[in-house]
C-alpha cells in the first residue's frame, strides 16, 4: 500500500519533508516510525489523514500520515 509520509520541525533533520512510500498491507503506525527509524518518544502528534492516532493504528492504501515532534516554548 502507498501512504505518503509527511515529517515536521526536527523530524526531518537527516530525514526528508515529505515522501510517497510502500508498506505492506495492514501495517501500524509504529512499524511506519521503525521504517524511518523514528521512536516513539520523538513523536508527540501522529495523524492519519489529519486525525490523532495511536502506534497500534493501522494504515491504509492511500493514508497521508503526518509526525509531529513535541513542541516546546515559552
Do not use: C, W
Not at 501512504?3 to 512499524?31: I, N, P, T, W
Not at 524511518?36 to 500520515?65: A, C, F, H, Q
Amino acid at each position: 500500500m502507498n501512504v505518503r509520509v509527511k515529517l515536521f520541525a526536527v523530524l526531518r533533520e537527516g530525514r526528508f519533508r515529505e515522501r510517497q512510500m510502500e508498506f505492506a498491507a495492514g501495517s501500524s503506525l509504529g512499524d511506519v516510525l521503525d521504517v524511518i527509524g523514528l521512536t516513539r518518544e520523538e513523536v508527540s502528534l501522529p495523524l492519519i489523514n489529519g486525525r490523532y492516532s495511536s502506534m497500534d493504528d493501522r494504515l491504509k492504501d492511500g493514508d497521508v500520515l503526518s509526525l509531529f515532534p513535541a513542541v516546546g516554548g515559552g
